[in-house]
């Protein structure tokens, strides 16, 4: 019995997956950049305040590499399929707003592993495929509801295999309308992530001391979902 996502893969014919796109590691929560599957997620969130976004940014660019952060605006909306027994399925489909002729993004985050008091860092599956334009109506053939969307824009900076969103989070006001939107809160959404294979648990120690250097401006934390639902 194939669960929900198998079935999606092994659906590529219908969806028209692209494989040539899913050379880059896969992103974190927000923006599209590439995609691999079967990789863990070892995540740190926290958010700062619009007036110290500057401070922040100016900060990122003095620790991380020296290479011009990348900006992005994606569009994402997200898809549950409610099942008989336990919490509903979950997809994520996503699309650069800058770049429209790129493919769509299908997103799937496993459930977060929080219990571990020695791991520094949150850790979940992570599975990204590229996908063609018809992924919305692909999910909706297939039983999927849309619960909501919402718009992301922000920058990405780079250190190592360390990855750092800097997101600005807007609710879509006229479904569908990316145009028409307002911002969630008077502040960003910061993301310190890492994609690598299970067991490599010794990144959340390179994650804690880089952001151990973003203190006072942010404090990046291990924070389960499940608390904030």
Not at 103 to 123: F, M
Not at 143 to 161: P, S, T
Not at 171 to 190: A, D, I, K, W
Request: hydrophobic letters at 40%.
């Amino acid at each position: 019995m194939f669960s929900p996502f198998t079935t999606l893969v092994h659906s590529r014919n219908n969806c028209r997956l692209s494989r040539s796109a899913m050379e880059a590691p896969p992103v974190t929560v927000m923006p599209v950049t590439g995609g691999t599957i079967n990789m863990m997620e070892y995540l740190l969130q926290g958010s700062v305040l619009d007036q110290a976004l500057d401070s922040l940014l100016h900060r990122l660019r003095g620790l991380c590499d020296n290479i011009e952060p990348e900006s992005f605006a994606d569009y994402e909306l997200v898809y549950l399929l409610k099942g008989q027994q336990g919490n509903p399925f979950l997809l994520r489909a996503r699309r650069s707003m800058m770049h429209p002729t790129a493919p769509w993004h299908l997103r799937y985050l496993g459930q977060p592993e929080v219990g571990d008091k020695s791991r520094h860092a949150l850790v979940r599956n992570c599975v990204d495929v590229a996908t063609s334009h018809s992924l919305p109506e692909f999910l909706n053939e297939m039983g999927f509801r849309l619960d909501h969307e919402f718009v992301a824009k922000g920058h990405i900076f780079r250190k190592g295999a360390l990855k750092v969103v800097v997101s600005k989070l807007f609710r879509v006001l006229v479904p569908g309308n990316t145009e028409n939107t307002e911002p969630l809160s008077l502040s960003y959404l910061v993301e310190l992530s890492v994609l690598a294979p299970a067991g490599q648990d010794n990144v959340s120690e390179e994650m804690r001391n880089f952001a151990e250097q973003l203190k006072p401006l942010v404090h990046l934390e291990k924070i389960d979902p499940k608390r904030h639902m």
